[in-house]
Structures are given as C-alpha cells and as structure tokens.
C-alpha cells in the first residue's frame, strides 16, 4: 500500500508564496502520475497540478503561470506564487501507483492540508 506524507501549507497573504512537498512511501511500487488537487468546502475536488513519470506536467488554468510542480522519484513539490484569497482550500496529494509487475493501476490520496489566502 502506498502512503503519502504532505507537509506545507498554512495561512498565507494574498501575493504570497507557497510550498508544498508530498512523499509516498511503502515499497514494491512505481507511481505513474502523482500531483496535487484541491476542494472548498461543498465544491468538487480540482485537479491543480500533475506531473507524469514521463512526459509534460499539467496545470489548471486558474493557475497557470503561477504553479510549478516538480517530482524526483516518489515525492512531488507544487511552487505556487501571487497567491490570491480564491486559492484557500485544502490540497490534496494524489499519487497513480501500481505494484511492480502488475498493470493494473490505482489510486492514492495524502490527508489533506490546510491553505489559507488573506487579502
């Protein structure tokens, strides 16, 4: 089973910075995309970020030109700058991940941490 750590967060002012880094532990495992999504109270989960083992990572448009995420093997780090007060939510760490020599994929949530824009 893999586990992922999220650490980061906080209350942040408006044009602020921010970081948050997730690492997925356990073993006998390959992850494939891993990245961050995020969810206001009574609003769908969104994707943020993703970055696949190969190949070019995604960004939401609300973030585009302010997010970059960046991976080394089993941990993945989102750079976020200008924050605004609509970026408040509580992001989640996401990891695809299949057992070694299996091709069957599945699915990987961190617990969630707390971020707070002020304006």
């Known amino acids: 089973q893999v586990h992922l750590v999220e650490s980061g967060g906080g209350l942040v002012q408006a044009g602020g910075f921010l970081r948050l880094v997730c690492a997925a532990s356990?073993?006998?495992?390959?992850?494939?995309?891993m990245g961050w999504y995020r969810q206001v109270p009574g609003q769908q989960r969104e994707m943020v970020a993703v970055?696949?083992?190969?190949?070019s990572a995604k960004y939401a448009d609300s973030v585009v030109g302010r997010a970059v995420i960046s991976r080394e093997q089993k941990t993945v780090i989102l750079q976020m700058s200008s924050l605004k007060p609509e970026d408040t939510a509580v992001y989640y760490c996401y990891a695809e991940w299949r057992h070694y020599g299996r091709t069957n994929r599945k699915d990987a949530w961190g617990q969630g941490t707390q971020v707070t824009v002020s304006s």
């Open positions: 970055i696949p083992s190969s190949g």
């Open positions: 356990g073993s006998g495992f390959s992850i494939e995309d």
